[in-house]
């Protein structure tokens, strides 16, 4: 790879180093760690993982739409781990002021709590922060890069640059001669970047805010498409692991027949249980199922009444987390309306079972796997190896789904212990979809306690407690992380609504911890959203008033009410219905975005039917308006699936659920009629992999509600309620 | 044992209990169709069988009877089959994960019923599970292949 150039990181504070710098080759230069144009072609470095959400394309249209080049012109490489690539936008997230809040103060602390984020080059994908996060810096490396180009061609040609335009990754002579950026490449390898002063204005844009086809969307169409589990190396085996389903060491186990099962090269103890490397995953995996063990018990109490009696106990003082919010007077309330409500344990049950591929020679470890959490991986990885961190290379595939399962890393683990038996000889390993589910870090199991008040027609009182154990430390536990100081994440989706209700609070309480649980599609809000939104719709049904209506004069958020008054709009909330139909709304402002649902059930002999589903949310600013419906329609069906018919509960400390006959979530016949409306007033640019998510299933059980005057305060719902 | 997919004779030696995915992911290299469950759950790999769809999951290789078509065979980048031009044009996929066995499914299912109802395509593809959500879309795009094929 001769005569190529990299453009980099320049423009953005005060940069890390550039990692596409290291590995340059011969007449190839490095200016940003966004850009690598070569001779061959031009490679777009998107670092934050795609899972589906279409992280990779949205990444690329940004450098593109400054770079001047076309999708179809281009290559992707998600790039190496490195600090360059920190994500801007985490930090923002865990600290307790409201999305809503843009005030000077809040913007400061924001920028403060980034510090230890890009010191530390925390590379995530997580927390809908992509868009957010990339939405000026790779805009920023894309002009530097065409404006460097641009320079080359000046130089080339002699003529001013100011006479020369850009366009679909050329750039133009004023006499229409066109010069490519591949033939530029070496060139502008031995240039300074070109420091560029101003981004393009948005009515200049060809890209953003118009449909987009998806960059791997032929590939995904047509079996093209390779993720983590496809890898193949020369010479590489198979891995399958039997873990103790109970989550603690193995006391003992015998392979005596698995040895003996064809194809079976070796069967090696890894930590919380033992594998087995085959020349065939299906061999792996039945000898796998052959070993006996005698499992360690759980590190967690083994019953579900005991999870839940330690919710239950955590509503004291002596587990008081936060009160984040506090107005007004909540003990004012004579004859107070009381609820309880509760939420189980998920699992994330990715379509793509957990897999990671992993190479140890003498010299270096390479890693093949679809990841959220690169630099952990190396951190982690090089821990448990003795090698230096440098010497790791993590290579990030596309992910067949996550919904925040590929932000834990035991998969990795596993997969080197075994591969650090097995010098030179590349190991794959997948867990089978028993192992995946008995081995998630569920979403966090919850329960809040309302207390609230009418008067006049109108909602007065809430008082909303909520009692979980802490998602970030349980998560961050495994990343050697320790986390200070109250959790936000057990209030998030609560405490931080656009209402103004006179006497309103929300109480954050930490439970101890009990089962290992991690972030899920919209972490806490997924099940505070459920809390919030339903106490607030028993309260609004107790004042007498329309749910509807009442959730808009509540509002203190502009981009709020319009996002209700749109979902009002394209449903047509106040049109008749039919006998034993049924509307309901549900709102939640998570990760900065407001989205409201409504939800349209008919009570049918054989339960309820979803007939409708109408989604609106405000995202600051639209990207793609393709994938922005994709993210929005697929959060709230996400949201329905699981708030009808899941959970994962455990029994004698093992999961019970072990496989989709048991974890079904929502089928194609179940899904109903969605229609989804993206709004542009918010402040603030957000992601959208999450918001839609948490108001979907208070939207149904409030929809439940209106169709049969049952109130259901539990998921899953078909605990209580038959679903067609 | 020999087998046939996508047009091409195949020699494998593999215990006759070995599902048919199996085969065709680590014996043949075939990785369009994919593993999700392996209890015949998801579908996410479905391949044909003489053009009937089934899950390679359950299909021990021993039991096999008829060519073998997998997502790779159906069509290609350059000659989409017309499902899989449906499917580009409603831009399903979002992980994509699920897609090869739905497409499958849904030609399948296409081959016999040509002009299907919502219902009839509901009731066809709902043992095809997508985590993604992708469900309005695969609805829109199998409509808008049933009436290309009709045309055709
Ligand atoms: S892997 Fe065959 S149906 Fe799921
Ligand atoms: S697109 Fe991800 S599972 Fe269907």
Known sequence: MLGGVVFGAVMYKIPHRNPLQGDKQEGQAAITPYVLITPDGITLITPRADKGQGAYSVQAALIAEELDVRLDQINIDPGAPAPAYYNTALASDLLPFRSTNTNYLTELARSIADAPVKLLGIQITGGSTTVPDGYEKLRWAGATARETLKAAAAQQTGLPVAQLTTRDAEVILPDGTAVSYVSLASRAADIDPVKVDALRDPSEWRLIGKPMQRIDITAKSTGRQDYGIDVRLPGMLHAAVRLNPRRGPVNDYKATQAETMRGVKAIIPVTDGISVIADNSWRAMQAAQAIKADWGPAPYPAEMVEHWQALADSFAEDHLDSQFLDQGDVTATDTPIIAEYRAPYLAHAPLEPINATVLVTDTRIDIWTGTQIPRFIQANISALSGFDPDDIHVHGQMIGGSFGHRLEDQVVRHATEIAMQMRGTPIKLTYSREEDCAQDFTRQIAMARLRGGVRDGKVETCDLGIAMPSIIASQMSRQGVPIAGPDAQIVAGAWDQPFDIPNYRVTGYRAPDLAPISSWRSVGASTNGFFHDCALDELIHAAGADPLAERIRLCNHDPSRKVLEVVGEMSDWSAAMDEGQGRGVGFCLSFGVPCAVVIEVTNTPRGIRLDKAFAAADVGRIIDPVNFEAQVSGGVIFGLGHAINCEITYADGMAEQANYHQYEAMRLYQCPQVEIRGLENGERICGVGEPGVPPAAPALANAIFAATGQRIREMPFNKHIDFV | ?152
């Not at chain 2, 790999?45 to 899950?55: E, F, I, L, N, S």
């Not at chain 2, 002009?115 to 043992?127: H, Y």
């Open chain 2, 1 to 152: 044992m020999k087998l046939k997919v996508n047009g091409t004779e195949h020699q494998i030696d593999v215990e006759p209990e070995m599902p048919l995915l199996w085969v065709l992911r680590d014996e043949l290299g075939i990785t369009g169709p994919k593993y999700g469950c392996g209890i015949a759950q998801c579908g996410a790999c479905t391949v044909h069988v003489d053009g009937q769809a089934v899950r390679s999951c359950q299909l021990p290789v021993g039991a096999l009877a008829g060519e073998v078509t997998t997502i790779e065979g159906l069509g290609s980048p350059e000659a989409l089959h017309a499902i899989q031009a449906a499917w580009i044009e409603h831009q399903v996929a979002q992980c994509g994960y699920c897609q090869s066995g739905q497409i499958m499914a849904a030609a399948a299912f296409l081959d016999v019923n040509d002009a299907p109802t919502d219902a009839e395509i509901d009731r066809a593809l709902s043992a095809n599970l997508c985590r993604c959500g992708t469900y309005p879309r695969i609805r829109a795009a199998v409509k808008t292949a049933a009436a290309k094929l009709a045309e055709a």
